[in-house]
């Protein structure tokens, strides 16, 4: 990176000093009217010449000490221009007395210097202008009248929605990269007024939004797309409505690309992404994004478990971005990991990877799997998560939960990891689910390992995840699709919702500020996540995204009651917890006394899974969460939701 901006003020300053020294000549052309065998072959013209080149380095020389270079010229403003200005005067005045020092300037044609100086600063203003019109995309406007109706539709139309500052970086973003777009309008949330912003025609406001939308699509009949650059739901005049509407007219939706979500090749030329489904349906998300979000990962080995899942996959796509050096994915499911495994070779064909097929629950596996790929840092994402089906298989759930978390956490220690993430769940709180009950005291587990070893344990708590495998997101749109009905358990039901990117970033961030900090025991980091969001809401909204407008009144919503182990609402700290820290819309949470899960107890758990069943393993799964919380805290066993059934206090 230094390289380059070494290499580009380089070429600029030697660009400035072809100009001088052209000016110079055209001067002395101009003052001293001679033919060309004049100047060579006389003593006269080669010393007018060589004062020439005298010109050209007494302005690249004051150019350097006034850094005049050092700005960018497809940013040049008006305060540049006078810079130049001022800079070409002194260059002048430094060379005049060069000239007297050396010759007595006494071959110099006074009038020369004079010439030479209006037009080394006319021509050198000129060329910063050329390349800024250049970048903006005015100076196609100025040759537009003579180019072919096929150059000019050549790439596809976008128009740009939202803040002027970020519109106009995505506006320089798309000129630098060659991407293959055209901008013809920006549509700005802090409209200033109705004119041209860096080249692009100002169409209105993002209060305006659907009315310039349904002009260009049906009165226009243009073929575009429409690109936010911030979130669609953060800003003024959007919301589901709005966007509903939207995703009714013929123009795409698409958005910037996250810094996290750019390919090698996506590095050379910008491409936007599809806005998804549930970056409509969320709250305005947590920015954790940014080129030095995760300064811990570079050029780090890594290993992720349940890389096949939905968060374990896009956790092996956010290292693989930022540039870690080795990446190891492990997951028991053979395709999502031979997937996974495939794009990340795709898209990242020069990262050392590894994909390994391995059971948590294989304490040897486990260990021989980390001692031969030598992790620096390990993300914990291998669970069992679904709540209603875990209510039938406690011991499952324990095994891979529990016990499985334990493996890797003993593999860890003994084979010097410097850190471990275990990503946990907001069930974890008051557990009232066998699933949440297991990630509780895996929760606990880890946190008390803190103690011993070198190794650093650090937790992340997070709510429901839009769009993951198997959750109410891709449910919701089936059913739409088929036409209804849409199925809700209860119509009071709430949930704290996050997207997929949202939740990694959460993840990464724990693990840099628990190393960052150095603390034998961080506490748990849980993500700020606003209101929680009624189910029964988000089916409608889903509903009117979705369904075409004359179906979407027809779709029904159905209650079928809640499911085994949910609970009405879900908390992100317990009661037997506080918050102690907060930074960038993160908390951490830390029990008020310290009863850890130890392995011994885990082992303990599991033998007496392997000899009971049933209803008997689930009441030892809850009292061993009860011994862990707090004294007098109510029993989870209490809040258990049995089919149909209403919540019991």
């Known amino acids: 990176m230094v ?53 050209s380095a007494s302005i690249a020389g004051v150019f350097i000490a006034g850094k005049v270079e050092r700005r960018q010229w497809r940013t040049v403003s008006a305060h540049d221009v006078g810079l130049v200005i001022r800079m070409t005067v002194v260059g002048a005045l430094a060379f005049l007395i060069l000239a007297f020092l050396t010759s007595r300037a006494a071959v110099l044609p006074r009038s020369v210097l004079v010439v030479s100086w209006f037009l080394t600063t006319g021509a050198m203003a000129a060329a910063r202008l050329v390349v800024r019109a250049r970048a903006e995309g005015w100076l196609l406007d100025i040759v537009a009248p003579f180019r072919s109706p096929s150059q000019m539709s050549a790439k596809p139309m976008v128009v740009l929605v939202g803040h002027s500052v970020r519109v106009q970086r ?33 169409m209105g406001s993002t209060h305006e939004l659907v009315g310039i939308v349904e002009t260009l699509t049906h009165r226009d009949r243009l073929n575009f797309s429409l690109v936010f650059v911030d979130s669609p739901t953060s800003m003024a005049g959007v919301d589901e409505t709005v966007l509903a509407k939207l995703r009714r007219t013929e123009a795409p939706i698409l958005r910037l690309p996250k810094v996290t979500e750019l390919t090698e090749q996506d590095r050379k030329a910008l491409q936007f992404r599809k806005v998804r489904l549930e970056e409509l349906l969320s709250r305005q998300p947590v920015n954790l994004n940014s080129p030095e979000f995760v300064p811990g990962v570079r050029g780090k080995r890594v290993l992720v478990t349940g890389a096949g899942g939905s968060i374990g996959s896009e956790i092996s796509r956010q290292l693989a971005a930022l540039g870690c050096s080795h990446l190891t994915m492990l997951d028991i499911a053979e395709t999502p990991l031979f997937e996974i ?42 669970a069992l998560k679904h709540v209603s089906l875990m209510e039938t298989h406690p011991r499952d759930a324990i095994l891979t939960n529990i016990a499985g978390t334990a493996n890797v ?40 390992l803190n103690a011993d070893g070198d190794t650093h344990f650090s937790v992340v708590r997070f709510g429901n995840v839009l769009n993951s495998n198997g959750s109410a ?46 603390e034998r025991d961080p506490g748990v980091f ?45 908390e992100l700290v317990d009661s037997d917890e506080e918050t102690i820290y907060s930074t960038e819309g993160v908390l951490e949470v830390r029990g008020r006394r310290a009863v850890n899960l130890s392995y011994a107890d885990v082992d303990a758990l599991c033998r007496f899974c392997t000899a009971s069943k049933g209803e008997a393993v689930r ?31």
């Open 3 to 55: 390289g380059n901006r070494f290499g580009d003020w380089a070429a600029r300053l030697a660009f400035d000093a072809v100009i001088a020294f052209a000016a110079y000549l055209c001067a002395c052309a101009v003052v001293v009217d001679q033919p060309l065998s004049w100047w060579l072959g006389s003593e006269l013209g080669r010393g007018i010449l060589s004062l020439g080149l005298l010109y």
């Open 170 to 202: 995505a506006l320089f973003d798309i000129r630098d990269t060659n991407a293959p777009y055209r901008p013809i309008g920006v549509i700005l949330e802090d409209l200033p007024s109705k004119s041209a912003i860096i080249g692009a025609r100002v």
């Open 341 to 382: 495994d495939r794009e990340i070779g795709s898209n990242y064909p020069s990262l050392s990877r590894r994909a390994a097929l391995c059971d948590v629950r294989d304490e040897k596996a486990v260990a021989a799997g980390i001692e031969e790929q030598r992790p620096e840092r390990i993300y914990h994402a291998a």
């Open 473 to 518: 997101v891709p449910i919701f749109r089936r059913q739409i699709e088929a036409g209804g009905p849409v199925t809700v358990t209860h119509p009071e039901v709430e949930r704290y919702f996050m997207t997929i990117p949202e939740a990694v970033q959460l993840v990464l961030h724990a693990a840099d500020v628990a190393e960052e900090r150095g």
């Open 619 to 649: 009441n030892r799964l809850f009292d061993e969460v009860q011994r862990v919380r707090m004294p007098g805290a109510e029993s989870p066993r209490l809040q258990v939701v049995r089919g149909d059934a209403a919540p019991r206090a």
């Open 526 to 570: 849980v993500l700020e996540m606003g209101a929680p969001v009624k189910i029964m809401d988000m089916a409608r909204r889903m509903i009117d995204l979705l369904a075409p407008p004359a179906v979407a009144p027809n779709i029904e919503i159905k209650l079928i009651g809640l499911q085994p182990g949910e609970k009405l609402s879900e």
């Open 409 to 448: 956490a003993k593999a860890a220690q003994s084979l010097g990891v410097g850190q471990m993430v275990l990503l946990s769940t907001d069930k974890a709180v008051n557990p009232s689910s066998v699933m949440g009950a297991t990630k509780r005291l895996a929760e606990t587990l880890v946190r008390g």
